[in-house]
């Protein structure tokens, strides 16, 4: 199989170990009754340059391989990593973390890793996929064309990054897993001056693959014009209004909302400790029948998806709400053991120095029905958002957040002004209940999501059709 | 306490990749080195639940070729590795652009005198001993009342590290520091009436800690306080930010007064230098030299000199913050902040806690906010927040599902008093925070 064959070689060989030093390494963990255990090598690439002031001002590259060893026992973990990888040290490793197993089972075969899965993404290393002297003359054209859009335009930052990844994860069942793993983002920010007000623009996208992504579609140069479009939104919007009203969403980004509302609390983890609002709440009606969500980690070249998860699962498509009922929890293998169920794939860590847990991959809502004009005509006085910042839960009482970054009032069925940026905040389990329409324009984001959880980041993609929300509290100033 | 040896070790390392620069063609060149060893357990229902031991290193080297700068990082000191990374640095310098603003600190304004700031004080424990401290502060937490209903855990963290910092001006310097917490969270509550709350205490030396019990009692209390939230309705009103929210407020204004900021001209406070941001009671300083401080240094990323400096008195903007080429992109002179602020404090009002809620009245007291709506650009602030509704300086219920908003300029010039009750447990030490006026959003 090549591509354990090139992981194995870029991560082990290069550091003078072969496959039969891993078994010893497992042996020493394995020396006491445990219920899982493995060990996670990795090696990144990483490069970043960016552009402001019409100038290339920086660029970045890093290098950094390490191996995690873990021990899990019961719902007690052990975990020490290594930027060294050199059997002796990880031979200390792993007598340190079995510390923690005082009693337990005999180690159990678990699950059957597939010996090949699809491949979602090509295992190429974007940082090779064009010459730096291409990459600057990519960022040199996007600054130059997007200046050109708009003479109240006072600054252009421009970012380029790439991420190549490969990581290799090895199982106490004596199954070996790799995944070559390819990232790229591009991102161009605006700031635009009228009359003394300044306001700022910010669009970027990309996914797993390589610097083609950027030329292909006329998508480097879509992100300026985003950029500036939404800078001269930014430029007329006024107060945003204050209080309880109808919500329209738009395709695409918007789909935070599922991330925040719905997605951290259905991750198994929490579940298992009943710490979430949805806590034993499978069966039940969290959402109109109007909403099917999912998490899938198996849809082609996207920011979220991954061929396997960090433990070695392949990813799966999961429907967590299926017509508005909830029907399941997202599942790395400690939590989906302790709770009875099948891993989903959702076992994803941020590198070898963290354990893992159950995180989203890409977090979704399936097509309804209505048009989306007829969404906005449906609705007498409310807000219309298109974009959104971050957001942030509170997994315990369900409350969220996500704030606007393009929003309009809707008056009379009709979209009128642009306001200011709000935070809109709503509770998990019923917001969803208050879904009154979904578009048929299901979109996907444009490849920019970052997740953080305990301290850990991963890439995540989010997306939904356009929605209506009968009540939901909007930030604004104007009371 | 230093380790003078383990010092050395990372300054050859370091001397080596300057070398190695100057090696290769680089007109300037700097770098650091960085090691942290540490162990973090944790606790949940009465048994431990993870042990981790942490074990990380990382290098970095900027090189300059006149005016174009590329920079490079890795984990692997290998010798081979080490070459590779100012390669890399290099490679990229070659493609970076001139930038007139860009190179080293002027040589004068690096840091010549190095205190012992007792910023070293490793934490002999093991990791059995770790965990029946944070199994013992999960157990108070979680035995402080019949309606704590379950838990998050509580865990013990304990760092300690060595930093070395070189430029090829020929400053090489380097320290050990340590950094040590412990924290709790337990849940109250069932169903759709479920709460969480946590708390924790950080310090250089583990005798600063607050105790078990301390920490797992507050943990508690901060959790039952939740319970039975409502929401508000939509309205105008006081707001008084506890004050471990009171730094966010701060952090929001030093963001905007920084370098980065300015000169993308991405700032709610562009050109106001010697103007008035704030009402003429406030004074805002940088403490570097505080002994067994969290943010405390002689010296910034850059290797300049920090300095104790008023950065707001009398209400007035007396100084931006900056690094080596945000000033010269400004067309002044570094701050010695690159990389942040050093110990920044808010000068504190004579109220404490008690006296800052009776100044409240009636009006919103905020302990916890949401997301990150707030615009760096226009100053234009919403996010979501629960705390508690006070009436006649008393609180009266908790309150959840509510945004707070209003635009910073204004939010800063009208604040109405600081309290005395300063949270240690940040680089930014400030009390609670009295707004004027907000508008509130709820149901």
Redesign the interface.
């Known amino acids: 199989m090549p591509l354990l064959e090139q992981v194995t070689q870029s991560i082990l060989a290069v550091n003078g170990l072969q496959t039969q030093d891993i078994d010893r390494v497992m042996a020493a963990l394995l020396s006491v009754p445990v219920d899982a255990a493995d060990i996670y090598f990795q090696s990144s690439h990483f490069e970043s ?1 960016s552009m ?1 002031g019409g ?12 191996a995690g060893v873990r021990v899990v026992s019961g ?9 060294r990888i050199e059997l002796p040290i990880l031979l200390e ?1 792993a007598n ?2 079995k ?2 197993v005082r009693q337990g089972q005999q180690a159990q075969r678990q699950i059957e890793v597939a010996k090949s899965w699809p491949q979602l993404y090509q295992p190429l290393n974007p940082l090779k996929s064009l010459e ?2 291409a ?2 003359d990519l960022l040199k054209r996007v600054d130059s064309e997007t200046r050109k859009l708009d003479s109240r335009i ?2 252009v ?1 421009v970012s380029l990054i790439a991420a190549y990844d490969s990581v290799l994860i090895a199982n106490q069942d004596g199954s070996l897993a790799a995944d070559v793993r390819p990232l790229v983002r591009m991102n161009v920010t605006v ?1 635009m ?1 009228e009359n003394g007000r ?3 623009g910010s669009m970027g996208g990309g996914g797993r693959s390589d610097y083609s992504f950027f030329l292909e579609n006329d998508r480097a140069f879509e992100y300026g014009r985003e950029a500036v479009r939404l800078a001269q939104v930014n430029l007329q919007a006024q107060e ?1 209004p ?3 009203m109808t919500v329209v969403l738009g395709p695409g980004w918007p789909g935070i909302l599922l991330h925040e509302a719905i997605g951290h609390g259905l991750e198994g983890d929490f579940n298992r ?3 979430s ?1 949805f806590s034993g709440r499978v069966g039940e009606r969290v959402a109109s029948d109007l909403c099917t969500v999912v998490d899938d980690g198996t849809l082609v070249g996207r920011r979220g998806s991954l061929n396997i998860d960090d433990e070695g699962t392949p990813t799966e498509n999961t429907v967590l709400i299926e017509k508005g009922i909830l029907k399941g929890y997202m599942q790395d293998k400690l939590n989906a053991r302790l709770m009875g169920v099948k891993p989903t794939g959702n076992g994803r860590r941020e590198s070898y ?1 963290h ?1 893992p847990m159950p995180r989203m991959t890409n977090t979704y809502m399936l097509p309804g029905s209505s048009d989306p004009d007829e969404i906005i005509r449906s609705v007498k006085k409310g807000l219309y958002a298109r974009n959104f ?6 997994i ?8 606007t970054s393009e929003a309009y009032l809707i008056e009379n069925g009709q979209i009128t002004r642009p306001v ?8 998990g ?1 019923d917001v969803l209940t208050k879904v009154s329409m979904v578009g048929n324009d299901m979109a996907l984001d444009s490849g920019v999501g970052t997740c953080g959880k305990d301290g850990q980041s991963v890439p995540v993609g989010v997306g939904q059709p356009t929605l209506k929300i009968d009540g939901l ?7 | 306490m230093q380790n003078q040896e383990e010092i050395n070790r990372l300054k050859n390392v370091v001397q080596q990749l300057l070398d190695e620069a100057k090696q290769q063609g680089a007109s300037g060149a700097e770098a650091a080195f960085s090691v942290d060893n540490g162990l973090s357990v944790s606790a ?1 229902l009465g ?12 290098i ?1 080297v900027t090189v300059y070729f006149g005016q174009k ?8 000191i290998s010798a081979d ?1 080490l070459k ?2 100012v390669k ?2 290099c ?3 070659r ?5 007139a603003y ?1 190179g080293l600190p002027d040589a004068e304004l690096l840091a010549t005198e190095f205190p012992d700031l007792d910023l070293n004080h490793p934490w002999d424990i093991d ?1 059995e001993q770790a965990i029946s401290i944070a199994i013992e502060c999960e157990n108070i937490a979680r035995g402080y009342d019949k309606a704590i209903s ?1 838990s ?1 855990g509580a865990s013990v963290n304990t760092h300690q590290g060595t930093r070395v910092f070189g430029n090829s001006l020929g400053f090489l310097q380097g320290y050990q520091s340590s950094r040590h917490s412990l924290s709790c969270s337990v ?1 109250a509550g069932s169903g ?1 009436a ?3 709350d946590y708390w924790y205490s950080v310090a250089r030396n583990a005798a600063g800690l607050e105790s078990a019990r301390q920490v797992g009692e507050k943990t508690a209390q901060r959790t039952l306080a ?1 319970l039975n ?1 409502r ?1 508000l309705s ?3 009103c006081p707001v008084l930010f506890a004050s471990e929210m009171a730094s966010g407020l701060i952090g929001a204004l030093i963001g905007a007064i920084s370098g980065g900021s300015l000169y ?3 700032s709610f406070l ?1 050109d106001t230098l010697d103007t008035q941001i704030l009402p003429d009671f406030v004074r805002i300083h940088e403490q570097p030299f505080l002994r067994g401080a969290l943010g405390s240094a002689s010296y910034d990323s850059e290797g300049v000199a920090t300095r104790a400096r008023d950065i707001v008195s009398d209400g007035i903007l007396r100084s931006y913050i900056l690094s080596t080429y945000s000033a010269r992109k400004l067309g002044m002179q570094t701050t010695g902040n690159a990389g942040g602020v050093h110990n920044l404090t808010v000068e504190p009002g004579s109220n404490d806690f008690a006296g800052m809620l009776k100044l409240l009245d009636t009006g919103l007291l905020v302990t916890e906010l ?4 707030v ?1 760096r ?2 100053g ?1 602030y ?3 927040a ?1 705390g508690f509704w006070v009436e006649n300086g008393v609180v009266q219920y908790p309150v ?8 910073l300029k204004s939010m800063l010039r009208n604040i109405v008093a600081i309290g005395n009750d300063v949270d240690l447990r940040g680089n930014i030490r400030v009390g609670s925070i009295l707004l004027e006026q907000m ?5």
């Open positions: 340059w402001e100038i290339i001002k920086e660029g970045s590259h890093s290098i950094e391989h390490g719902d007690k973990t052990g975990f020490a990593y290594s930027d490793a340190n973390v510390a923690i730096d002297q990459k600057i006072e600054e930052m700031i001056v300044r306001e700022q945003a204050a209080g309880n400790k009943g710490t609002a120095a354990l910042g971050g957001g942030q839960v509170d315990t009482s369900g409350k969220f957040v996500f704030s200011k940026g709000a935070t809109l905040i709503g509770n389990p509290t909007v930030g604004g100033t104007s009371v | 949940r048994e431990v639940e993870t042990v981790e031991y942490h074990c990380d290193q990382g970095g700068k590329g920079s490079a990082s890795t984990n692997d590795s590779e990374t890399a640095a490679s990229i310098a493609y970076a652009s001139d930038d860009s990791a379950n998050e849940l759709d479920m709460q969480r939740r939230a929401s939509t309205r105008q993308r001209k991405s562009l949401m997301g990150q709506g615009n650009v226009t234009d919403s996010r979501g629960s959840q599902e509510i945004t707070i908003a209003g635009n508008a509130i959003a709820g149901e």
